[in-house]
Every structure is written in structure tokens, then in C-alpha cells.
T-cell receptor
């Protein structure tokens, strides 16, 4: 079965650079979530989209923005990168809202900021 | 505020022994509860979930979990651990604000080591 696809899988950037992470949900899934997992930490919710509209927002820095496109893929844009942004960024997708749908996670994008 | 507590940071068990990973949650409404497993450098794989109904849920890889409302717990169990079960295990609660996205609040994880 098709899974959530994230690209790139690994990314190395310098401080103050920008990065764009992409997420392709499972086919027919209309909801996308972004999570950040720092080294040795649990995943923290950043932001989510349902039907191309932002549906919830967590602890996402103002330097980050995200959107969901008409084909339901999502992009997380990160500017003015800081060392502390080094983390594993997960995307998850689900079908609809309503609270009972399972979120399926992608393999993550590992971002290293030097 | 919603939260998930996994009291055990590290657990070591012998292969073939039984396993129980503890999870306690704090959430005002009926919780949606999940267990995910993460192998080193990998993504999060869903083991099992509880939404309603039977409080004992079965998952993949021989895992099961029991929801106990009176104790606000959702402990994960496996009768006989295999070496391939060594990984980090995350308990999570789904938080839903009346139709808003069901974001997940994770516990801090339990790292399981399996001795031969």
C-alpha cells in the first residue's frame, strides 16, 4: 500500500538559510500534519491542513510557514534557519477530521543546520 | 491541559520475557489513544489504537493495550518479546477541539532494549 512520502530525506543547511520540506500524503487523504522531533525528544505538533486550509496550529515558529496544495501535498517552508531547528520533521496524513482517523506517518526529513 | 506521561524512559527485558510499557494520559473528554513504535532513524509506525468499545485492543506484531478509564492509563503489553522489538515506543492522545484537527500529543517515549 502507498505510504506518506517525504522529500528530501536528509537536508543540510547553513544558519540563516532557507529550507523547503515536501510531503505527499497517502492517496485520497485530505489532511496533513507536520511534527518536529528534536534529538531525544518526542514529536511536537507544528501545523495541520484540511482541504487546503489550515486547520490547527501548534508550536510553529513565525519563521516557518506551510501550505497545502490542490493535489493535497504540503510544503513546510523554513527561513532564517537556526541551529535549534536541527531535527527530524515528520509529515502525517489522514482521511478527514472528526478525531477518529488514524494519522499515518512518513519516514521523516532529517534537517541538520550547521 | 492535555498530556501524556510515560514513566519509564528505558526498559530492558530478556528475549522471550513479557513486556508492559506504561502510559498515563490527561484529557478532559473521551480520549483517542495510540501507540507508535520508532526504530532508530525511522518513522513512526502505528501499533494499535483505541477509540471506543472493547477496552482491550489488539495491534500488530503481537502487541495489545488495555484502556482503563479509572486509572487514565493505556498500557502496552506483549507476552513474549523478540529481539526485533527493540525500539522506542511512544504513547499518544488525539486532541480534537470540536471538529478541529485531531493533533497528537506524544509522551516522551520509552526506549526498549532486548537482551539475548
Amino acid at each position: 500500500a502507498a505510504g506518506v512520502i517525504q522529500s528530501p530525506r536528509h537536508l543540510i543547511k547553513e544558519k540563516r538559510e532557507t529550507a523547503t520540506l515536501k510531503c505527499y500524503p497517502i492517496p485520497r487523504h485530505d489532511t496533513v500534519y507536520w511534527y518536529q522531533q528534536g534529538p531525544g525528544q518526542d514529536p511536537q505538533f507544528l501545523i495541520s491542513f484540511y482541504e487546503k486550509m489550515q486547520s490547527d496550529k501548534g508550536s510553529i515558529p513565525d519563521r516557518f510557514s506551510a501550505q497545502q496544495f490542490s493535489d493535497y501535498h504540503s510544503e513546510l517552508n523554513m527561513s532564517s534557519l537556526e541551529l535549534g531547528d536541527s531535527a527530524l520533521y515528520f509529515c502525517a496524513s489522514s482521511l478527514g477530521l472528526a478525531g477518529v482517523e488514524t494519522q499515518y506517518f512518513g519516514p521523516g526529513t532529517r534537517l541538520l543546520v550547521l | 491541559a492535555q498530556s501524556v506521561t510515560q514513566p519509564d524512559i528505558h526498559i530492558t527485558v530478556s528475549e522471550g520475557a513479557s513486556l508492559e510499557l506504561r502510559c498515563n494520559y490527561s484529557y478532559g473528554a473521551t480520549p483517542y489513544l495510540f501507540w507508535y513504535v520508532q526504530s532508530p532513524g525511522q518513522g513512526l509506525q502505528l501499533l494499535l489504537k483505541y477509540f471506543s468499545g472493547d477496552t482491550l485492543v489488539q495491534g500488530i506484531k503481537g502487541f495489545e493495550a488495555e484502556f482503563k478509564r479509572s486509572q487514565s492509563s493505556f498500557n502496552l503489553r506483549k507476552p513474549s518479546v523478540h529481539w526485533s522489538d527493540a525500539a522506542e515506543y511512544f504513547c499518544a492522545v488525539g486532541v480534537n477541539y470540536g471538529g478541529a484537527t485531531n493533533k497528537l500529543i506524544f509522551g516522551t517515549g520509552t526506549l526498549l532494549a532486548v537482551q539475548p
